[in-house]
């Protein structure tokens, strides 16, 4: 069984820094891309991030490029996301998502979620 | 980045009726070279991630029941359940994952539609 667990959210001021991690297991790792998508307090869908399943091309929406950071480690099946110069408008529930393309590009069509992990700024 | 849009924003629909949520996108997302929409169906129940329900347009997810389906091509896609369960009181959102090499991972989402029992 697939199974996603985010870690590492929490309350950070604005400015700060937070790096959230996924645990992964129930699949070949590093034949999927991953991503982080976000959902703000009562708000829809956005996607943050996604890194390919080697982890040699990572991309960014426009909103967090330049801020964020996103990584992987294929040995311990673990994808992170370094937040920095965090706002109030990142205040959201992250979500690490499994794409589904088993070439292991980003494709962002998702198959398999996480839970969430909730990170709030503010001062 | 390609919007795209729902309608209605809420549904109320009795148990045992037809739902039908709506979505656009304001450019195709069908790609010619292998004639597939990019376009995939979520279904969101409170404090639970999203589900995946339907790919590529119109094929559903492993174990999710045939009385949801997807129709639709290029910008104007629908989805359908066609006897409502309680079970299926959540959000449904739509989502495009038509992307260029400029826009790899892009995929955007609809804003959600609340679908209720009348």
């Known amino acids: 069984e697939v199974q996603l667990v985010e870690s590492g959210g929490g309350l950070v001021q604005p400015g700060g820094s937070l790096r959230l991690s996924c645990a992964a297991s129930?699949?070949?790792?590093?034949?999927?891309?991953m991503s982080w998508v976000r959902q703000a307090p009562g708000k829809g869908m956005d996607w943050v991030s996604g890194?390919?399943?080697?982890?040699?091309?990572?991309f960014y929406a426009g909103s967090v490029k330049g801020r964020f950071t996103i990584s992987r480690d294929n040995a311990k099946n673990t994808v992170h996301l370094q937040m920095s110069s965090l706002r109030a408008e990142d205040t959201a529930v992250y979500f690490c998502?499994?794409?589904?393309?088993?070439?292991?590009?980003?494709?962002?069509?998702?198959?398999?979620w996480g839970q969430g992990i909730l990170v709030t700024v503010s001062s | 980045d390609i919007v795209m849009t729902q309608s209605p924003d809420s549904l109320t629909v009795s148990l045992g009726e037809r739902a039908t949520i709506n979505c656009k996108s304001s450019?195709?997302?069908?790609?010619?070279?292998?004639?597939?929409?990019?376009l995939a169906w979520y279904q969101q129940k409170p404090g639970q991630p999203p589900k995946l329900l339907i790919y590529?347009?119109?094929i559903r997810e492993y174990g999710v029941p045939d009385r949801f389906s997807g129709s639709g091509s290029g910008t104007d896609f629908t989805l359908t359940i066609s006897s409502l369960q309680a079970e299926d009181v959540a959000v449904y959102y739509c989502?495009?994952?038509?992307?260029?090499?400029?826009?790899?991972?892009?995929?955007?989402f609809g804003q959600g539609t609340k679908l209720e029992i009348k």
């Open positions: 450019q195709s997302v069908l790609y010619s070279s292998n004639n597939k929409n990019y």
């Open positions: 989502q495009q994952y038509y992307t260029t090499p400029e826009t790899i991972g892009q995929g955007t």
């Open positions: 890194i390919s399943g080697s982890g040699g091309s990572t």
């Open positions: 998502a499994k794409d589904s393309d088993e070439a292991g590009k980003v494709l962002s069509l998702f198959d398999r």
């Open positions: 129930g699949f070949t790792f590093s034949s999927y891309a």
């Open positions: 590529w347009a119109s």
